[in-house]
C-alpha cells in the first residue's frame, strides 16, 4: 500500500481565534516563529510524506503567498481552494480528487491545528499491518466533551465516533478523535464529491454503519488543538521549549529571539517566548510564556506572562498583564486584567 500524499484541512474559519485570524487563516499563525502548517508539512515529509494539498477556503491567498516565499520545506505543495466550504469531510474528497490516488493508494489527513506530538511512523505501521480502511490517532483527555469521542474494542477497532456530546449521558469515553486519520482510496470514495458534509458527524459513523473496519491508534502523546487564543500562545511556548517535538526546531530554548529584535540591559525572556523581528523589550522587562510580535514594543519595566501582543503594538512602561491578547496596531496604556482581548487599532488609557 502506497502511502505518500497527504491533505491538511486547513480552510476553518477560526472565530474563537480572534482577533488572531482576522487577517490570517488560523493554521499560518506562527508557532514557534513559523506557521502551524509549515510544522506539520515538515512532520509528515520526515515520514515519507513528498505530496501534500492545503484544503483552504477561509482567506486562501495568504496560503499561497506563503508558499510562494517558503523554501524550507521538502515536499510538492498545492493550494486546492473551496468557493463555498466544504466541511471536513467535503474538503477530503476534494483535495483527494486533486491528488488523483491509485487504487491502492491511501492518504495522510490531518486536522490544520493541531500540534501533536505522536509517533506517525506507528500509526502508518499499525494501519498497514491491519489491512484495515482506515485509522484515526486517539487521545485521552480529562474533559473530553469539546472532541470527538471514539470508543474502541479490545482490538483497536473503532466502535462509534460522536462529535461534541451534547449531554453527559453521552460522554462513554476519554478517549478522542486527536486529529490524524490514513485513509484508504475506498473509504475517500464513500464521500460524495461537491457535497458539504463533515468527515466527524457524517462520514465515519457512516463508515462504521457499513462496517468498514477502522483503527484507532491509541497513544498518550503531546495533543493541543490550538483553536483558542490560550492554547495557541501555550503550543508556541511548548514548541520552543521541545516540550513538543517539531523538525523544525532544532533545539530546547528558553526563547526565541529574532536576530532582528532588541531585548534591552536588565530585561529577562524566558517560558518559551517569541519576540519576533523588529520587536523591542525595554530595559528590566520581564516577559514569560508569550508572542511578541513583529515591530511591537513592550516597555521598561512591564512584567508580561502568557500574553500575545500583536504587530505594531506597544504597552507603556512598568505595567503587569497576565493571559491578554492584544491584537495588532494598539497602544496599552492601562492594565487590563487576564482574560481580556483588544481588538486591532485600539489604544487604553486611563480618563
Ligand atoms: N478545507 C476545509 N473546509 N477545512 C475545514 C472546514 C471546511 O469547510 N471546516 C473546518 N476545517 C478545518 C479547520 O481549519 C481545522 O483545521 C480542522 O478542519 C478542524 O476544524 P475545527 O473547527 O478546528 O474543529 P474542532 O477543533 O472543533 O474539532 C476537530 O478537532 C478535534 C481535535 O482537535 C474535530 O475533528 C474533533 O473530532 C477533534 O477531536
Ligand atoms: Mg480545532
Redesign the pocket.
Known sequence: MKLTKAI?????E?TRLRPLTLNQ???MLPVAGLPITAHQIAKLVSVGVNEVVL????QAAVFSKWLATQDYLDANISVVV?EN????G??IRN?ADYLNLDEDESVVVL????LSGHNLANQITQFKSSGWSASIHLVTVTNPA???LVPTDKDARVLAFL??PTSPEQIITNQ????CYLLSNQVIRQIAPGT?CS??RDVFPKLLQSNFAIAGYLDDSY?L?L?TPYSYIQGSADLVQQNVYSPLIEFKQEALIHPDAKVAEGAVVYGGSVVAAGAEVGKDAVISGSVLENNSKVGDGVQLFDSYLGKNSRIENQLSLTRVVIGDDCLIKVEIPPGVRVWPNVTLVIE
Open positions: 491538511l484541512l486547513v480552510g476553518g477560526g487563516p488560523k493554521p484544503a483552504t477556503s477561509y473551496e466550504p466544504l466541511g471536513t467535503g474538503a483535495a486536522n490544520g491545528d493541531v469539546a472532541f470527538g462529535e461534541k478522542i478523535n486527536a486529529g458539504p468527515v466527524e495533543f488543538d483553536g
